[in-house]
């Protein structure tokens, strides 16, 4: 509910294992209570209000809607001026029933049973979108399963999930929240250079019919991704800050020639990407002979990046096609650093105080020769 819910890494949705569910809610409410609307000046004040009248008639209008259907669980008061609207929890059955994100100061509580976790994490991911993701839980397993299956570009354990701090937690996030890479990360400045950039001229040659080609990326090799790198980053005592670097997905090899083509496929696979080849010449399983129609990327699927090192029209003609897909957006480079393409960033904070402590902290302690502690 802070800045009433007007941040993009609000919590929309919180899932609550059903065990626990009764006696949560009655803290959920408890809290609630304490919440002040008013004055954003004032220190006292928790809750502001929104940033329009059309966003306030909006949100109430959808919190009458849930109450007509006895969904809304409680509703705080709002004050009766300006654009405020009372703090809502909503009961959904999961977030399948969101089709749209409200962006104000409601919560959606979904239950679920323990055994059917694994389903929850698919059914978030299934949305397509990946910003921000909270876990609470002290089963180390957990936090490890969760994260590896998680396709989200900020992972916070045991703490809130909003406050991203540079160099801390890198911020951004996937699919259709974002393509990387991460604001106050390693990777970030590097993406506002200018690499060099080869140019190879488009030759004439047959072009594959788009059945076909959709035929070879459905058909293309996609091994299970592994990470593929950790990097540490920097954070207060008693918190962990890990930026993990996994594959992106199926990157499309344009060329345009066949050294051009092979070229970005190896890069492609040294990152643990599937490669899809269409060049002049090419052959083999996951290639195809010939060149693109460009028309046609925005209409094919089942990719991530494509890799083109055309001239300047020939790449105009790629980023229309591209920009006219619905959806999240397909990245398109032209450049050497294609391995900076072919990878997401996923960073994990844990509050390592909310299970005890750091215990990686008890390796860093050296013992005296009578085995205490110095």
């Known amino acids: ?29 408890g809290a609630m209570d304490e919440l002040s609307l008013g004055d954003p000046w004032l220190n006292e004040t928790d809750i502001g209000p929104l940033i329009s009248t059309q966003a306030q008639h909006d949100i109430q209008k959808y919190i009458e809607s849930a109450g007509s259907e006895g969904r809304l669980l409680k ?33 959606h509580i979904a239950r679920y049973r323990a055994e059917d976790y694994e389903a929850t994490i698919d059914a978030v991911n299934a949305t397509g979108y990946g910003l921000t993701f909270g876990l609470h839980t002290r089963i180390d397993e957990r936090v490890k399963n969760i994260s590896a299956q998680l396709r989200a570009g900020n992972i916070y354990v045991n703490r809130n999930q909003v406050g991203a701090v540079v160099e801390s937690q890198p911020f951004g996030g996937e699919g259709l929240s974002g393509t990387g890479p991460k604001a106050g990360g390693p990777r970030y400045v590097q993406r506002f250079t200018q690499p060099y950039r080869s140019i190879s001229q488009v030759e004439d040659a047959n072009q594959p019919s788009m059945t076909l080609v959709q035929q070879a990326i459905d058909d293309v090799y996609r091994p299970e991704p592994e990470l593929l790198a950790i990097d540490e ?4 005592t008693g918190e962990s800050n890990r930026l993990g670097i996994w594959p992106r997905g199926v990157i499309l090899c344009l060329g345009p020639t066949l050294d051009d083509a092979l070229g970005q496929a190896g890069t492609a696979r040294r990152c643990g990407c599937p490669a899809v080849i269409i060049a002049p010449g090419a052959s083999g399983p996951g290639c195809l002979d010939g060149l693109l129609n460009r028309a046609h990327l925005g209409e094919l699927k089942g990719f991530e990046v494509v890799a083109l090192a055309s001239d300047d029209a020939d790449l105009r003609l790629a980023r229309l096609a591209l920009a006219n897909r619905p959806g999240k957006l397909i990245p398109l480079c032209a450049s050497e650093n294609l391995d900076q393409y072919c990878v997401v960033e996923r960073h994990t904070c844990i509050d390592t105080t909310a299970a005890g402590g750091n215990a990686s902290l008890l390796t860093q302690i050296d013992e005296d020769d009578d085995g205490d502690a110095d």
């Open 75 to 107: 509703q705080l008061k709002a004050p009766n001026l300006g654009s405020f609207v009372g703090p809502a929890v909503i009961e959904v059955n999961g977030i399948q029933d969101l089709e749209h994100e409200i962006f104000g100061p409601v919560l």
């Open 1 to 29: 509910f802070q800045s009433a819910g007007q941040r993009c890494s609000a919590l929309r949705i919180l899932y609550i294992q059903e065990d626990i569910a009764a006696g949560f809610l009655t803290m959920l409410f």
């Open 233 to 236: 980053m920097t954070g207060p």
